[in-house]
């Protein structure tokens, strides 16, 4: 039976976790990275590290348009991603005593393929602002062979682990 992404189970260590928007955004801004999961037609998870941009309430990613990404989302645009920051592993003895202090936030949503130009600027404009980088407008080959695509949040959820003295 489907949960649904709004009838996720609480998070079992409400200490933990991190209610706000702001400390959400906090980590989506000290992450990289970020991982990207969809399903296939079949029903098979695909789980893959992807470059983003993020402005409120949504994520944005880029890649072929003839990428196995695109195939996917064209039959299933659901789909989240994961973000993690400062991850730390913490050696204890005995091993069991092992921990990792982290902090993580996961979105939900669909994502829409953006296929105005304007609009794929401005979704690329913002990949690059979050890698402080250059950018300049797309020339006609390049938007002919790029997809842009746009995941509306429909849920956020984050997490620390590890220890509030970490953070």
Not at 24 to 41: F, G, K, S, W
Request: hydrophobic share 35%; glycine share 10%.
């Amino acid at each position: 039976k489907s949960m649904g992404i709004f009838a996720m189970p609480p998070m079992r260590y409400k200490k933990d976790e991190i209610t706000d928007i702001a400390g959400m955004e906090a980590v989506i801004r000290e992450t990289r990275y970020a991982t990207l999961a969809i399903a296939t037609p079949d029903g098979f998870p695909y789980a893959v590290p992807i470059g983003f941009g993020y402005e409120r309430g949504a994520f944005y990613c880029h890649g072929s348009k003839a990428g196995f990404k695109q195939l996917i989302l064209s039959s299933n645009p659901r789909a989240c991603v994961n973000l993690h920051a400062g991850d730390e592993l913490v050696p204890g003895v005995p091993s069991s005593q092992y921990n990792t202090r982290y902090r993580s936030v996961t979105a939900f949503g669909k994502i829409e393929t953006i296929s105005d130009r304007a609009a794929m600027n401005h979704g690329l404009a913002t990949m690059m602002a979050h890698y402080k980088g250059p950018h300049e407008d797309i020339d006609d080959s390049y938007f002919v062979r790029t997809w842009v695509g746009k995941l509306i949040v429909e849920k956020m959820t984050g997490k620390q682990a590890g220890g509030a003295a970490y953070y």
